[in-house]
């Protein structure tokens, strides 16, 4: 990987350890502190003379500008002094930082007949909206001219990057020294307010009051998507939202006035400082609004849009009343104190004043500037810390020491193993190793080892505790240090120490989530923590690292959620290809999690694996899915064919639940835009904070900022795209930019491994003005150049979310952009269920043809046979296959056969869902046996392939939805949920879509359910439902096809697979002959207790032979059956009609009965053949043993 860091600082200093070294790039990557960022390693150039290069030259002049810096070593501060070059005479060749975008535009002046500026400046990066108003609005420009002109200021607008560039004009030492005039400069912008209008009642009102008032410069109204800005003078944007208020509430009256729910972010500390006025305060004055607590500092206002603006306002006012003062440099000691007011109690300054601790940092909150005095007085009062170094005496007495050491003894000791043994072994993309081992990580050898660590990185417990002990103290020590410096450590996050005496180049510390603590979100924290440690590892172009089960110890999290979160990061990490990283090493020393882990990768990585197995074990059967060592829960996700599937919707982009979000911006500010706006919105004061920490102090046109782990968002992360305005030229600079930041989109997606991304559609806002038509052709120009371009075929969605509002976009977008996944792969769906339940009736409903699928209203089921039909219905290709009833209680098992076979063929390599069709009528005792027999048949993984129909939906009683109908059924609920709650209703008359009201249309309902699918198939990674048996199926169907078209190469390639079909599911059905039906189908929904004799034989094939040897009478045979290997056993097995005999004896009867029945022409011949050599072989052999 090529050395991206190419801007040098030099300093000189005396010659310093690892730790040292650490330390100071560590300082250097913290913008905060040092002015950097991004930085490559600490080195030796010269005699006590080290560098450090940056990857961009601003963080690189930012550091030069600062000159001198000091770093906090453990023994003391470092001071030294930076330059630019090794010539120590040299100046340091610092540039002033210019903006090369300014210089081409003439921003807009804000004089002041004042005298010469003193050369001060101040910028600021107010709403975009406000910019474009005073620029259009001239009395509001002159009005703010005289403004500025009275705090001796002036300013200069640039409304196309987002910013005011305001300068004193006061000489030095004519105004008083005390004065703050950057101050005065906010509270002038304070003055005017840019209101969000999202109701559409209050849209459609204020777009139809630009008439009459948009002329008066007062206040402007923007539209842009689904909403309106009001922008003006903070007092008569308000008089002109109560105006439309007023209008709303007469046109729409007092009944149509709907409740809606509103988050503001206040903080912890304000918010207990203010709760109880806040509480009384909203139910006095605002009685119809409901006010409670969310989050961690969230108020939950619930009402009318009326009355929630009102308390809204309210609360801000209430929240402006509060003072904060902050201290720096505070001891890492006091972070004993930083639960909820534990600091404040202890110091006694009563309710009046919050405290909070916020790393090195303290913030001290209350309503009177007195109080905060008090505070700061206080804990000046209270703390003191002193350092005396004593080289001379021991850390730590002898008499304490022993104490210590008695407690420790007394301590359940961690278990460890001496040594470490490989459990499996697991090839990715490119020969990425994945290994499971049982053992000790502190002696495991690696790169990297990844320590489980908390936001303090207090090495106290459990597997940090032994990694901090076996990696001696400069572990602690570097980690204490490194707190002090950057405060706790986030959730998700990952930083780097020395690894001291460990079997390491480093030690990367992750802080994965604690049960009770991520609000149900562990499993998404912890796959981030895990993505994060890999990342890193990458970055540092390491080999190997070694990891163990995170957050499954003290930490609390269920080893289920660990293990499935942890090996489903490593699969996305490892599906991009040209990875540094060769290997990754799952490690721990206790049984179950290792086995949890195991369980994990061969669920998720199935298909790729290597493990370390016995032969026996390693024999492919055809009823494999339900061997113990691969159990049901193991089916994968079929092949999705081509990976990148766009998808076209209409809603708000802040609710898509994908990987990451798009949010565009003009310049270098993320609120610039409506989306941007939204999102802050939901996320509050973070956005920006988080926004600020990633990007530092400037991006450049087609930049893309990615910040992760919002609260408060359903997506995992949301990329901001710096884009230009629209310059009216279709092959200019604004349109190259949007191009280059859509191909940055989905190239660091791709190489970030995420699975799903949603753009809105960017740039058609007030804000940068491209028109709709041509950013639907751009993005579909450029989805497309990255579709071919790319090397990887894991499934990758395109959303592009489009307001619902906005129906000149939709019409564009639908117009030219085609969604291929829809088309690119048919999907075949199994109808299952009883007699009389509908199927077929259904499958005609959903492909829009009365007769295709035969119906019968007789008590006996319309479906006798399998059938197979594929349709186009609503732009999807669609293979349904109707079945007949499966689950009756007053059916021959053996007469069902032939058909589930048929099924398993038509179907093969896998179905794509499952739709399981019910009645809508009162459960009987032989309803409720339906549904047990579902549960017991279908297992976990097939069920997230399944969808709940219910058919005579005009049945249900009137008033009651499908929902409480389900309620009141146990066995029906349970099933519902472990179907995702996936679940339809039909009315079994066919409408032809006539029906004034869609809701009772057939076709309305269709389209529903298939977008279910369409999701279900997404979230399966956009695969199929599969296991063993259809895959061998799948390969036979293949084997007979190739045979096929070597003899007849006149049919088409349908006609060739269907009979291929027909071919092996009668060659199945003869050789399986006398295998009990339930097996069968427990083996095709993938459960293994269903063919538990079967599978027993076959899985100890090996000992079962080897007792068989000790028996005279059946050595021969035993010989015999283990030269028959693999598959063939498994079909012998299965295929015992001999029940007498048992356990061995089962695998000899199946091997004996498959050789007579070999020349049968029909199932029925097959039996009888097998039955008697079977029953021969039996009789001959009691005889020889009763010789014995």
Known sequence: ???????????????????????????????????????????????????????????????????????????????????????????????????????????????????????????????????????????????LEKEFASVSCSAQLYPEEGRVLVKSLAQPGVVDEGRNWKAEVDKLFDAYLCHYEVDPHKVKALLQSCSSHQTTDEVKVYSEGGLVVVVGKRSQVKARLMDVVDLTVKHRGTHSLKRQTSIRRLGEAKLRLLWKEIEHGVGRNFPEVKVTQGDAGQVVLEGSVEDILKAGDWISEKENLVLERTVSNMSPHLLAYGGPRMLGDFLGVGDEVEIELRGAELRVFSLSADKLDD?????????????????????????????????????????????????????????????????????????????????????????????????????????????????????????????????????????????????????????????????????????????????SGVF?????????????????????????????????????????????????????????????EDLEYLMGAAAAQDTAKEANAGDPGDGVHVQIVQGTIETQEVDALVSPMVGHNPLSTRVGNTLFEMVGSQLTARFREEAGEDTLPGDAILVEGLSGLPSNAVFFLNLAPWDNDPEGTAVEILRLGINTILTSCERRGFASVTLPVLGVGIALRFPNSLVARILQEEIQAFIQNRASRTPFLVRIAIHPNDTEAFKEFTKDIHQPDQVSTTKRIVLLGKTGSGKSNLANTIIGEEETFTTNHSPNSGTIICQSETRSVNGRSINLIDTPGFFDA???????????????????????????????????????????????????????????????????????????????????????????????????????????????????????????????????????????????????????????????????????????????????????????????????????????????????????????????????????????????????????????????????????????????????????????????????????????
């Open 1 to 143: 990987m090529a050395d991206i860091h190419h801007y040098p600082v030099f300093f000189e200093c005396r010659s310093l350890r690892a730790e040292q070294r650490k330390a100071i790039e560590t300082y250097f990557r913290i913008r905060r502190r040092s002015g950097g960022g991004d930085c490559g390693p600490l080195r030796s150039v010269d005699d006590q003379v080290y560098s450090i290069a940056f990857r961009y030259e601003r963080d690189q002049q930012k550091v030069l500008e600062r000159g001198e810096h000091v770093v906090q070593l453990a023994d003391g501060p470092l001071v030294f002094t930076v330059r630019g070059s090794l010539d120590p005479h040299t100046p340091s060749p610092i540039t002033p930082s210019q903006d090369t975008t300014a210089s081409a535009q003439i921003p807009q002046s804000i004089p002041a007949s004042t005298p010469p500026p003193s050369g001060e400046e101040y910028e600021l990066r107010p709403d975009t909206y406000l910019l474009h108003y005073l620029k259009e609005c001239p009395e509001a420009g002159e009005e």
């Open 890 to 1188: 007053n059916r021959s098992e053996e007469d069902m056969k032939p058909e589930i076979l048929s099924c398993i063929t038509e179907c093969a390599p896998g179905p794509h869902a499952f739709l399981i069709v019910l009645k809508v009528e009162k459960f009987s005792e032989q309803e409720q046996d339906v549904i047990r027999k579902i549960l017991q048949y279908f297992s976990e993984d097939a069920l997230k392939y399944a969808v709940i129909v219910f058919t005579h939906g005009d049945q249900l009683p009137k008033g009651k939805t499908i929902q409480e109908f389900v309620s009141q059924n146990k066995n029906l609920s349970d099933l519902v949920k472990k179907c995702g709650g996936r679940c339809h209703v039909f009315d079994n008359k066919y409408w032809k879509n006539k029906q004034q009201k869609n809701y009772r249309s057939n076709q309305s309902q269709v389209e529903d359910l298939l977008n279910t699918i369409d999701k279900l198939v997404m979230e399966n990674n956009g695969g199929y439902y599969t296991n063993k048996m259809l895959q061998t199926v799948e390969e036979e169907i293949n084997i007979e096809a190739s045979k096929i078209k070597l003899s007849s190469g006149h049919l088409s390639q349908e006609e060739v697979r269907q009979q291929a079909k027909t071919i092996v599911s009668d060659r199945f059905l003869v050789r399986l002959t006398g295998t009990a039906t339930g097996a069968l189908l427990g083996a095709f929904f993938g459960l293994a207790g269903m063919v538990g004799l079967v599978i027993t034989a076959v899985k100890n094939i090996t000992s079962s032979l080897n007792v068989m040897k000790n028996i005279p009478a059946l050595r021969g045979t035993a010989t015999t059956a283990a030269a028959v290997g693999g598959g063939e056993v498994a079909i012998a097995a299965g295929a015992v009609v001999g029940t007498a005999c048992v356990a061995a004896g089962g695998i000899i009867g199946g091997k004996i009965g498959l050789d007579a029945a070999e020349g049968a022409k029909t199932p029925g011949e097959a039996a009888q053949m097998a039955y008697k050599a079977v029953m021969d072989k039996a009789n001959a052999t009691w005889t020889q043993m009763k010789k014995h």
């Open 375 to 551: 505070a700061e007085k206080a804990l000046q009062g209270e703390f003191k810390e002193v350092k005396i170094n004593l080289p001379t005496c021991s850390a730590v007495p002898s008499e304490l020491r022993e104490k210590l050491m008695s407690k420790k003894n007394e301590m359940p000791s961690l278990s460890l193993s001496e040594g470490n043994t490989l459990v499996a072994s697991y090839s990715l993309c490119d020969g990425l190793q994945v290994l499971v081992c049982q053992g000790d990580i502190t002696k495991q050898d690696a790169d990297a080892l990844v320590n489980a660590a908390n936001e303090d990185l207090d090495h106290c417990g459990g597997v940090a505790a032994a990694l901090s002990k076996a990696g001696g103290p400069e572990i602690q020590r570097e980690s204490s240090a490194l707190i002090q410096y950057i405060g706790k450590i986030p959730t998700g996050d990952v930083v780097v120490t020395t690894g001291g005496k460990l079997n390491c180049k480093t030690l990367l510390h992750a802080v994965g989530p604690a049960a009770g603590r991520a609000g149900g979100r562990e499993r998404f924290l912890l796959e981030k923590t895990v993505q994060s440690a890999l990342n890193m590892a990458e970055i540092m172009e390491l080999k190997s690292i070694a990891m163990p089960c995170i957050s």
């Open 556 to 616: 609390g999290v269920p080893l289920t959620v660990c293990s499935e979160a942890i090996v489903t990061a490593v699969k996305r990490f490892g599906s991009q290809g040209g990875r540094s990283l060769r290997r990754i090493i799952l490690i721990d020393n206790r049984g179950e999690v290792v086995r949890a882990m195991q369980e994990a990768c061969d669920r998720l990585l199935q298909g790729i694996s290597t493990k370390n197995t016995t032969p026996s």
